[in-house]
């Protein structure tokens, strides 16, 4: 006997982990393994653009105050 039959439960009642959603880089659905991305390329493109400084989070302006004199 399958554990669906014990139980009762069927697939169309899960409820996924995470929700599907577009990736980041092309659009396409996400996949759970790479996820929020659709695949471990979309991945690593975005990894390089961080690593590259194409991303950045803004912050305040360095003043001549902020920098330490040693």
């Known amino acids: 006997m399958s554990d669906e039959k ?10 996924p982990l995470r929700p599907v959603r577009p990736c ?3 659009g396409k659905p996400s996949q759970r393994d ?3 991305f659709c ?3 979309c991945n690593s493109v975005d990894l390089n653009r961080w ?20």
């Not at 014990?6 to 409820?15: D, P, Q």
């Not at 690593?51 to 040693?70: F, K, M, Q």
């Open 34 to 36: 790479s996820y929020p």
């Open 6 to 15: 014990k139980t009762g439960a069927t697939f169309e009642n899960v409820t």
């Open 39 to 41: 695949s471990p390329r």
């Open 51 to 70: 690593l590259s400084d194409a991303y950045v989070i803004p912050g305040r302006p360095v003043d001549d105050s902020d920098v330490e004199d040693n």
């Open 24 to 26: 980041p880089e092309c």
